[in-house]
């Protein structure tokens, strides 16, 4: 299996910083792309930032400008500075990889169990 493993979350108050760390680990092959996803409660998941393969990198409208994503290829790792936050960035954040377990399976979808982050006064 592929393994994701998040850190880095926390309680910041509006304007601050943050950096979320995801880490991969288990059965890879390859990997495709990483990226990050976020869920408030009662809300729909949604995608944050991902980075493919080349380094070409997406961010969603309402985080561009103040988060960047960079990844890390030879130690499968992904990061996400998050800048001038706002009390609406707040919820779980999830890692997520597309990536093969091996030359025989398929390319599927892996998910982090998530972080929390809490933006607040």
């Known amino acids: 299996q592929v393994r994701l493993v998040e850190s880095g979350g926390g309680l910041v108050r509006p304007g601050g910083s943050l950096t979320l760390s995801c880490a991969a680990s288990?059965?890879?092959?390859?990997?495709?792309?990483m990226g990050w996803y976020r869920q408030a409660p009662g809300q729909q998941r949604e995608l944050v930032a991902t980075v493919f393969s080349g380094d070409n990198t997406k961010y969603a409208d309402s985080v561009t400008g103040r988060f960047t994503i960079s990844r890390d290829n030879a130690k499968n790792t992904v990061h996400l500075q998050m800048n001038s936050l706002k009390p609406e960035d707040t919820g779980v954040y999830y890692c997520k990889t597309v990536a093969r377990a091996g030359p025989t399976i398929s390319t599927m979808a892996y998910w982090g169990q998530g972080t929390q982050v809490t933006v607040s006064s």
């Open positions: 288990g059965n890879i092959f390859s990997i495709s792309t």
